[in-house]
């Protein structure tokens, strides 16, 4: 079989299969839409060049020292959005990853990414309206489920949820119960579910673990949530002698509701927290975490799925690793500062060397639902080419690869290993 047929048979299969992401923070219109500054949905080229990415990126542009963090927060958003087209797009070449895929969703909407100035793209935004540009960058970017973050514990999420019955309605969207405070400050999220009528105390007396699980149970139905999520530090631990509280939220209040409901924990780890608290939600860095306690909880815990990402490059091998030894680990994703194509084509070369086809190589992490566009692009030409490479080496082995193997292969990377995980 010739390199030229591979070719064409991963290019057709990567670029006509459907993906099902797995992990996203854009949501439907019902949740309020951008430019309303309430609204959850953000979508249009204001919020595309305002990604907090390149916000951090800008500050390394203009500097603090010559516009004070608060300063920049002060102005409007078209302003901010002015000042980072400037300096990122116009003043300097656009060659990094996040500037580059504000021009690759620009140019596949049939818009000219080399304007000087935002005028036009707004002029054409404007004519858009939320709901219909849903299914328009789903087409494009070849999406057929977006999976959401719903922060449980976020006044606005919540409220949403508790006003609007149809919040889960739309066949678009999958929703994710996260429930970050939960691990990351107990003491905390007790004080919270105290206030939503839930006796949960710090010390776990009384009835805290039955009420914990009833919280759980509710809004995983509420949400009719298919996995539940958490962002945890580097420094997360299982078990942890430091945290006990921790250890027996996971033991005894979220292992046993999951394992009854069938649904897998998604844990994403490696997230430190605002080491530069100016940037807000660009102001996080990523951390080396502990596999140990991953594999430590497949083992513990083997009713128990787990979909796991890593933020830290030193991670990966150790974590792929650990996917061959617990058939109830999925890694998934190559998260966040991970997201650039040298590190995609490095670990997804990876994954398929020591787990086959058994693994998501790739999350969208959309806070903008137009990034869904560059972003499966960017990610998809990473796949493919790594495809090719593998399926030559099998044909050098001696074996016949046909093009019902790569579309099968490829359907199960790009969609179906995650459905099946959810057990959808
Ligand atoms: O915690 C998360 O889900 C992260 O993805 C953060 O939201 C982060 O700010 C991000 O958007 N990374 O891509
Ligand atoms: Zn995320």
Known sequence: MSRTQIEQWVKKAVWSQPVSDPHTHTCPPVFGASPNPEGLLLWGVDELVTYHYLIAEVFRAVPATKLPYEQYWAMSKTEQADHIWKHLF???????????????????????????????????????????????????????????????????????WERQPKAGGDPRFAAVLRIDPLLRDWPGACANLSSWGYEARPDFSGKTVDEVRRFLVHWLDKMRAVYVATSLPPEFRYPDPRNPAGDRFIRECLMPVLAEKGKPWAMMIGARLRVNPGLREGGDATGIADVMSVINLCHDFPRSKFMVTMLARENQHELAAAGRKFGNLLPFGCWWFLNNPSLVEEITRMRLELLGTMFVPQHADARVLDQLIYKWEHSRRVIAKVLVDKYVDLTLSGYTVT????????ALLLRDNYREFLGR
């Open 90 to 160: 116009v003043e300097r070449t656009p060659i990094g990853e996040a500037c580059r895929g504000v021009l690759t969703a620009l140019e596949r909407l049939g818009l000219d990414p080399n304007e000087k100035s935002l005028t036009k793209y707004r002029k054409w935004f404007a004519k858009q309206t939320p709901d219909k540009y849903i299914d328009k960058v789903m087409q494009i970017a070849n999406v057929d489920l977006i999976t959401m973050t719903n922060p449980v514990f976020d006044d606005q999420e919540r409220g949403i």
């Open 403 to 410: 093009a019902k193997h790569v579309q099968r292969d490829v």
